[in-house]
């Protein structure tokens, strides 16, 4: 699973063909040994990350909307899956 980011100790990955168990777009994200899944506009699909982390990841997702859905193309198409910038 190829890592798209990373920042405050917060870690973003995108697998390829990844639509089978959560349809909508999303990414994943590992946090102090925690686990969960995003959709694009911040919403938690799946697992639990502490509400400060998640409060990151949801601002991070809304700044970068624009690169997740391109990323999404990529991953689902099987192309390779660029590099989003940390949250600003």
Known sequence: MPRISMFYGITVYMYWYDTKRHSTPHFHVRYAGNFAVFDFDGQCLDG?????????????????????????????????????????
């Open 48 to 88: 639990k990350i502490p509400k400060r982390a998640e409060r990151l990841i949801i601002a991070w997702a809304r700044e970068r909307r624009l690169e997740l859905e391109y990323a999404w193309l990529k991953a689902t198409s099987g192309e390779m899956i660029p590099w989003i910038q940390p949250l600003n």
